[in-house]
């Protein structure tokens, strides 16, 4: 059957592969954080380094959109410079070339050679007028000239059929490729000068380099037209603007470094004097009570510095106050309880001597004897409780750790509560006693501790079964003690180990409980450096775990034993539910091996246990690693018990 259930789910988590990608891809997720932990505690800690980051992080925005701004100013104000320039000296080389033309038309009509034969070749005049244009412009612009018949366009109008009369350019540039066609027919159309930003191509073998394209539609000495283009490269603009970067990125670069050095400045006069006083105070904390901050100035860091003083003189007033008010207290309460021996030693004395002679006595006389002496042994308890209390609470008590076995404590203590058990009709079953379980331990203060778990479960058990579980695991031993009696309410669980606190003020103590009992045992358990810790539901029982070191001296990281039974309502609606209130834990099926563990295992050891309702079921919370409860750290012997998640931080 069990083999069968384990088939099942080996199926069930092959056929969802995203349920055995999950653990993978958390291991990736945890060793890719890991070495940006030391990172982010510095961030997170660090107050002066995220002051410094943000004021960096700020001053680069604000010289980025600064240089920004001003880079885009300089270059429109370069831009529009050199369109007007450029629109200025084009327009005074139109009119020029016109002129030329007009005067040699005008020539050659004077000199009477007007016929075909006598005129000059427009070709001859073009290639002139670009050489003349170009030798007063070489490294400010190029001269481009075009003639009718460009490309698989018509010729221009009044130009003659039979002559050849092909782009020209000056220097290397390629004129066809570098004037635009848009800009071509622009020109053809428009009788006035226009400009266009283009791409100068040159067969030097130099990349392309943007430049401005002012052209105008003339006539050349024959009266036939032609586009005459005067072409700006951006050299010299290019070279201002590099400069005005490389000088803005210097300054930007300067202005963020110093930024940055004035607040790490300004904020170390700031941060080192809360620093020094965190560091006072955990000192402080630590009971150096003299510690005190350095004051020098008048501003408001000194009159903090100098009101942390004052506190820190008040505090220490107040705590000495405190400690000598203990000290008197504790003193008190010792030299009481010693004071009290004496007189007590006499009249048990003289109660024996009465409660051995009562059948002497009349009914009533003998009564009185015998409750006479039952006070007075309860008076004995309540004077030895007082002075280990008095003991604790001067520190004063010291622990004789020896290796021990508690099955045979646990034993002792079974054996000791038999007669209470009997008169209360309640079994006690003792589990997990099957292998050893060792620890370094008091076993007086062991066995007092279980002592008062089992008596306590007894009497409030109402006549159910109590369990005594033992187990051991990961450098850690434990002992839980859980009755199916009234429970504990919902913070109560919280108060339990108080002194002299009970559940109920009207409930009689039946074996004359002094009411430090389990304030001795939180402490007996926090000088063994383990845990004491209770849970309960109002109904449905309680338990309390004892959880020890293995080894004397070391600390604890989690528990062997659940704080919250199996068989507690919630685990039970879990179970039948079918998820598991531990993460990792499967829940058996009915007639599977390992499934009378739990709430069917208790009732079948204790008949007589009582037949609890189901909880409403919760839903399975994600697994997580176990850790030690955080409330169970050492000197605290109690948890709040309702809790709304699943997972048990109290299992190892």
Partial sequence: ?????????????????????????????????????????????????????????????????????????????????????????????????QDMADKGSQTQQSSGSGSAQGRVDSGTWLNSLVEQFASGGKGVYWIVALSPGRG?????????????????????????????????????SHPGALKQYTMVKTDDGHKPRPALAVGKRLTDINGSTYQLYYLFPFDQEEKTLGLVKGTLATAGIFVVVLLGAIAWLVTRQVVTPVRMAAGIAERLAAGRLQERMQVTGEDDIARLGESFNKMAQNLQVKIQQLEELSRMQRRFVSDVSHELRTPLTTVRMAADVIHDARTDFDPVTARSAELLQNQLDRFESLLSDLLEISRFDAGAADLAAEPIDLRDVVRQVVDA????????????IVRGDTQPVIAEADARRVERVLRNLVVNAIEHGEGRDVVVRLATADGAVAVAVRDYGVGLKPGEATRVFNRFWRADPARARTTGGTGLGLSIAVEDARLH?????????????????????????????????????????RNRGLNSAGLSARPGVPVPRTGAPGAASGDAALRQAGARGPQLPSMPLVPKAPSRPPTADPAALPGSGARVVERRDNTREDDI
């Fill in 152 to 188: 698989d366009d018509p010729p221009f109008a009044g130009g003659s059929p039979g002559s050849v009369r092909g782009p020209r350019g000056s220097g290397s540039i390629l004129p066809e490729e570098s004037i635009p066609k848009s800009l071509s027919d622009a020109v053809q």
């Fill in 529 to 569: 450096g383990g845990w004491l810790q209770a849970w309960g539901e109002p109904g449905g029982g309680s338990q309390f775990r004892m959880t020890l070191p293995r080894t004397a001296g070391d600390s604890l990281r989690g528990s062997p034993i659940p704080l919250e039974p199996d068989d507690s309502r």
């Fill in 417 to 428: 509560a038999e007669p209470l058990a009997e008169r209360k009709g309640t079994r006690v």
């Fill in 1 to 97: 059957m069990w083999a069968s259930y384990e088939r099942e789910r080996l199926e069930s988590r092959l056929a969802d592969p995203m349920q055995g990608l999950l653990p993978v891809i958390r291991s990736f997720v945890r060793w890719a954080r890991r070495p940006v932990q030391p990172a982010v505690r510095l961030w997170r800690r660090n107050l002066q380094l995220r002051v410094v980051a943000f004021t960096l992080l700020m001053s680069v925005g604000v010289v980025l959109l600064l240089g920004f701004v001003v880079i885009g100013q300089v270059q429109n104000g370069l831009l529009d410079a050199k369109e007007k320039a450029a629109t200025n000296q084009a327009t005074g080389g139109f009119s020029i070339a």
